[in-house]
Each structure stands twice: as C-alpha cells, then as structure tokens.
Nanobody, 122 residues
Framework: QVQLVESGGGVVQAGGSLRLSCAAS????????MGWYRQAPGKQRELVAQ???????????DYADSVKGRFTISRDNAKNTVYLQMNSLKPEDTAVYYC????????????WGQGTQVTVSS
C-alpha cells in the first residue's frame, strides 16, 4: 500500500505561481511512476505531468501540451516527495489537482491522493 498526501493548493491571480507537493509513504520502493492529474468542474480528470521513478527510464518526465513550458514536475527522493511547480497560471488551470502513484508489474496498482484545490482568478 502507498499513501499520498498533497498540499500547496490555493488561490492565485493569473500569471502567478504555485508549487504543489505530494508526500508518499508506505511501500515506497514499489512505486514506478508518479504523476499529477487535475479535474475541473464538469470535465474528466486529465493527466498534467508525470515522472518515472524506477526502471530504465527513471527520471523521464511527460507533460500535457496545455502546460508544457509552464509546469515542472520534480522529485526529492530523500523526502519521498514529488512536486509540481506551476508558473504563468491561467484561469483554465483552475481544478482539483490529484497526485497518483503507480506500482507493481505493468503498474497494475494505482494510488491517489485526496486532491488539492487550485483556483486561478482573472
């Protein structure tokens, strides 16, 4: 089992920045990848960014086109924490942001955090 706790959400004006944190605990060594997803009201949950934390592609990052060049995902192994630095925020970035960890063979286990609200005002 893996437990995830997000923090860092809030209200920010357009053009501002926020940094989200996701602290993992439990079976840390089993995690293969971690990612940030978001879900806006009335919309499906979508991938924002992900980082590979094990295997041959460790450290690889992927981003949604809508956030490339503005958001950066990173990890601190010593703190078992993944971050999402969000710059140049836009009102359309407003959503609940969720952290996800994938583990096991073929990433068959998925763990989610409770979510943190990000609101960008125009």
């Amino acid at each position: 089992q893996v437990q995830l706790v997000e923090s860092g959400g809030g209200v920010v004006q357009a053009g501002g920045s926020l940094r989200l944190s996701c602290a993992a605990s439990g079976e840390i060594s089993s995690i293969n990848a971690m990612g940030w997803y978001r879900q806006a009201p009335g919309k499906q949950r979508e991938l924002v960014a992900q980082i590979t934390t094990a295997g041959r592609t460790v450290g690889r990052t992927d981003y949604a086109d809508s956030v490339k060049g503005r958001f950066t995902i990173s990890r601190d192994n010593a703190k078992n924490t993944v971050y999402l630095q969000m710059n140049s925020l836009k009102p359309e970035d407003t959503a609940v942001y969720y952290c996800k960890a994938s583990s096991g063979t073929y990433n068959r286990f998925q763990y989610w955090g409770q979510g943190t609200q990000v609101t960008v005002s125009s």
